[in-house]
Every structure is written in structure tokens, then in C-alpha cells.
């Protein structure tokens, strides 16, 4: 089974940037939409951003749009996350999917089937 491994997360002040990866175990992201999602504490997850394959759409949430950049270099097999002007309500578990689906449910985490283990990112004020 293929397992996506995320990286990056970190503790972070008001305003700066962090960069969060993810890359599968073994195999590759060939023909997968993949998405971030996060999960505030106390919260439920939600839907955070999303790119297509092989990387011409993407997606953001409201609450991230213009300062997060979703992206992918299929050569390296991999996704990032560009997360920038960081708020303290930012804070939360990251995590990777894959959605082996159609493009226009990418927003609906029941779509996704693998997923990481989650990085924390952690913005203080």
C-alpha cells in the first residue's frame, strides 16, 4: 500500500513561511490529483488546496488563497505546499492525498484514498 510521506511543518511566527513536501513511499503521484488538507485543533479537517494532473488547475480555500501555493515537480515525485504570510489561525496538522477521482470533487476529503501521516505547523502570534 503506498504511503505518502510529508515534511516541512514546524513552529513558525506571524508572518513567516514555511514549505511543507510530500512524496509516496514507494511508486509515483503518475495520473493523481493530489490535495492538502489540515486539521485545526478541536476542529474537523478541512480541504486546504488541490492540484491536477499533471499540474495545469489548482485550488485553494478562501482562507488560504494568495498566500499558499500549491505545486508539483513530477520528476521528483513530488508535492509542495508554499505556505506564506502565515496567521496564527494557520495552525494545525497538515496532510497529503491522493485522489485517484475526477478534478471536480477535489474538495471533498472522502475523495482521496491515500493519505500522510500529517506534519504540525504551528504560527504563534
Known amino acids: 500500500q503506498v504511503q505518502l510521506v510529508e515534511s516541512g511543518g514546524g513552529l513558525v511566527q506571524a508572518g513567516g513561511s514555511l514549505r511543507l513536501s510530500c512524496a509516496p513511499s514507494e511508486g509515483t503521484f503518475s495520473s493523481s490529483h493530489m490535495g492538502w488538507f489540515r486539521q485545526p485543533p478541536g476542529k474537523e479537517r478541512e480541504f486546504v488546496a488541490a492540484?491536477?494532473?499533471?499540474?495545469?488547475?489548482?485550488d485553494y480555500a478562501d482562507s488560504v488563497k494568495g498566500r499558499f501555493t500549491i505545486s508539483r515537480d513530477n520528476a521528483k515525485n513530488t508535492v509542495y505546499l508554499q505556505m506564506n504570510s502565515l496567521k496564527p489561525e494557520d495552525t494545525a496538522v497538515y496532510y497529503c492525498a491522493r485522489n485517484p477521482t475526477g478534478w471536480g470533487r477535489r474538495r471533498f476529503d472522502f475523495e482521496y484514498d491515500y493519505w500522510g501521516q500529517g506534519t504540525q505547523v504551528t504560527v504563534s502570534s
Open positions: 492540484i491536477s494532473w499533471p499540474g495545469s488547475a489548482t
